[in-house]
C-alpha cells in the first residue's frame, strides 16, 4: 500500500546531529499527523496539521520541529535530541479533522539516538 | 486513571479458539470507538469501528457498552494471521476544540497452532 509513504524507514544519529523524517500522502486528504510510539506505551500525539496549519502541538518539546508546506507533505526536522527520544515515529492522514476520522499510517521511521 | 486502558497481554490461544478483549475508557462524552490492528514492527491499520449496536465483521465481533464504558473485541475461530497487537482508540478533544484519536497501548494475541 502507498497511500501514506515515509522516509527514511530507519534512522540512527547522534545527539548533535540534525536530521528531518519525510512523510507523504497520496489520498487526498487534508489533515496530517505526526505520533511517537515508544515500547510499552500508547502512540502519542505530537503534532497535528489541518490544511498546512498547525492545530495542536501536544506539549512536544523544541528540539522537534514540524513542516507542512502543502497538505500531501509533512516534515518532521530533528535536533539535539536525546537517548529517550528513541523510538517510531508514525505519520497519519485522515479526511480532515474537525471530525477525527479513520486515519492511515504511513510504515513509520525507526529512530536510534546513540 | 488513563484514559484508555487495555489490559497488554499477551493472550495465547490456540488456532480455532475465540478470545475477546476488553477496554475502558474515561471520558463518558466520548461518541466513537475504533479498534486498530499493529502487527510486529508495522504501523497500525483499522481493523473496524465501533458503533454503539455493535458491529461484526466477518469472525470479528465489536461492542460498546456507554453504561460501563468499556468497548470489546471477539474473534471467532482465530487464525494464525491473527496474531498482533490490537488497539483500542477512543475520540478525545484536542485544546484547540478539534478532534483527536486517543489510543490505548494494545492488547497483543499470540495464535498458536
Known amino acids: 500500500e502507498t497511500g501514506v509513504t515515509q522516509t527514511p524507514r530507519h534512522l540512527v544519529m547522534g545527539m548533535t546531529n540534525k536530521k528531518s523524517l519525510k512523510c507523504e500522502q497520496h489520498?487526498?486528504?487534508?489533515?496530517m499527523y505526526w505520533y511517537k510510539q515508544s515500547a510499552k506505551k500508547p502512540l502519542e500525539l505530537m503534532f497535528v496539521?489541518?490544511?498546512?496549519?498547525?492545530?495542536e502541538n501536544n506539549s512536544v518539546p523544541s528540539r522537534f520541529s514540524p513542516e507542512c508546506p502543502n497538505s500531501s507533505h509533512l516534515f518532521l526536522h530533528l535536533h539535539t535530541l536525546q537517548p529517550e527520544d528513541s523510538a517510531l515515529y508514525l505519520c497519519a492522514s485522515s479526511r480532515d479533522d474537525l471530525r477525527a476520522d479513520t486515519q492511515y499510517f504511513g510504515p513509520g521511521t525507526r529512530l536510534t539516538v546513540l | 486513571r488513563k484514559e484508555v486502558e487495555q489490559d497488554p497481554g499477551p493472550f495465547n490461544v490456540p488456532e480455532g479458539a475465540t478470545v475477546a478483549f476488553n477496554c475502558t475508557y474515561s471520558?463518558?462524552?466520548?461518541?466513537?470507538f475504533f479498534w486498530y490492528r499493529q502487527d510486529c514492527r508495522k504501523e497500525p491499520k483499522l481493523l473496524m469501528s465501533?458503533?454503539?449496536s455493535g458491529n461484526e465483521d466477518g469472525r470479528f465481533t465489536a461492542q460498546l457498552n456507554r453504561a460501563s464504558q468499556y468497548i470489546s473485541l471477539l474473534i471467532r475461530d482465530s487464525k494464525l494471521s491473527d496474531s498482533a497487537t490490537y488497539l483500542c482508540?477512543?475520540?478525545?478533544?484536542?485544546?484547540?476544540?478539534?478532534?483527536?484519536?486517543?489510543f490505548g497501548t494494545g492488547t497483543r494475541l499470540l495464535v498458536s497452532p
Open positions: 482508540v477512543v475520540i478525545g478533544s484536542l485544546n484547540t476544540g478539534f478532534q483527536k484519536l486517543v
Open positions: 465501533v458503533y454503539s
Open positions: 489520498l487526498g486528504h487534508n489533515a
Open positions: 471520558n463518558s462524552a466520548s461518541q466513537s
Open positions: 496539521y489541518s490544511l498546512e496549519e498547525r492545530v
